[in-house]
């Protein structure tokens, strides 16, 4: 992730998923969502949604389908937070 000079946009963002699927998977629609745009939380809320909309993951055994999503979107919102709050981008959420 880059962040503006001013901590306040998204410069450029870019996210993969490993377990996601049967093999990695990179969210160009959802890294492209928020390129150019202030940071908000509820841009941070559109990105994991965009994220879970283009991501399909399958069950199993292990888990279902439902529950991998709901997985895979918590994690995105924990990523993409810390990672603004590393470039000293969170105190503008």
Do not use: Q, W
């Amino acid at each position: 992730m880059k962040v503006s000079e001013d901590k306040k946009v998204i410069e450029d963002v870019r996210a993969a998923f490993g377990a996601a699927g049967p093999v990695p998977v990179r969210a160009y629609t959802a890294e492209r969502t928020i390129k150019g745009r202030l940071i908000s939380s509820e841009l941070i809320d559109e990105f994991a949604e965009v994220v879970i909309n283009n991501l399909n993951p399958r069950s199993s055994f292990r888990a279902d389908r439902e529950f991998r999503k709901h997985i895979i979107k918590e994690i995105t919102i924990k990523c993409l937070t810390e990672s603004l709050r590393r470039g000293g981008a969170y105190g503008t959420i």
